[in-house]
C-alpha cells in the first residue's frame, strides 16, 4: 500500500466557503464594490497564517504521489500575512480604502485564538521540488475578482427580475384602467 500524509496549511481559492476570513472578506469587499453592503464586520486583524493557493497546493499533493516510496510532507508557502493584509489588497484591488468600510467586532474574535501559523515546507520543496506559484497578492485579486463576477451576475439576474415585474405592474395597471374605461362606457 503506497500511504503519503500531506498537512497542508491553509489553503485558499474563490470556492473556499464564506465561513472562512479570506472568503468572508472578499466577498464582502465585492459586495461594498456593488453597493449591496455597507460595512465588513471582523475579528482580530493581527492573526498570522500561511494562506497559500489551493491550485499549487494539489499540486504538491500530485507530486507526493509520484514518488518512488511514500511519505510524509508539509505544505504551505512558509510567509505569513495577517488578515489585515487580506483586507488591505481586497480593497486596494477595487481602489476602495479599507479604513472605511471594516469594522471590529469583538465577538469575531476567537476565544483561543493561535497568533501565527506558518509552515516549514523545506522538505517538500527538497524532495518534491515543490513551490508555490501564485503570490499571495494574485490570490487575494482572484478571489475578489471572482466574487466580482458572480456577484455581478447575481446582480444582473435580479435587475432583470426586477425589470419583469415592473412590466408586469405597468401591464396590470393598463388592464385595470382598459376596464374602467371600458366598464364606464356601458
Known amino acids: ?3 503519503c500524509s500531506g498537512i497542508l496549511f491553509n489553503h485558499e481559492s474563490p470556492r473556499r ?7 468572508k472578506i472578499t466577498d464582502g469587499v465585492a459586495r461594498i464594490k456593488l453597493g449591496m453592503q455597507k460595512e465588513l464586520r471582523l475579528g482580530n486583524l493581527d492573526a498570522k497564517r500561511d494562506w497559500g493557493y489551493a491550485g499549487d497546493y494539489v499540486e504538491a499533493m500530485w507530486l507526493m504521489l509520484q514518488q518512488e516510496e511514500p511519505d510524509d510532507y508539509v505544505i ?4 505569513s500575512h495577517t488578515v489585515k ?3 488591505r489588497i481586497a480593497f486596494e484591488s477595487v ?3 479599507w479604513h472605511d468600510y471594516v469594522k471590529i467586532d469583538k465577538k469575531f474574535y476567537r476565544p ?3 497568533h501565527t501559523l506558518l509552515a516549514d515546507s523545506t522538505k517538500a520543496r527538497k524532495k518534491l521540488g515543490w513551490y508555490p506559484k501564485t503570490s499571495f497578492e494574485d490570490l487575494v485579486k482572484m478571489m475578489v475578482n471572482e466574487d466580482l463576477k458572480s456577484l455581478s451576475s447575481l446582480e444582473k439576474r435580479i435587475f432583470d427580475i426586477e425589470k419583469r415585474l415592473k412590466k408586469f405592474e405597468r401591464n396590470e395597471k393598463e388592464t385595470v384602467s382598459w376596464r374602467l374605461a371600458v366598464k364606464s362606457k356601458y
Open 1 to 3: 500500500m503506497f500511504c
Open 85 to 87: 493584509d487580506v483586507v
Open 112 to 114: 483561543a485564538e493561535v
Open 17 to 23: 466557503g464564506k465561513e472562512f476570513v479570506t472568503r
Open 76 to 79: 504551505g508557502t512558509g510567509v
Open 95 to 97: 481602489d476602495l480604502d
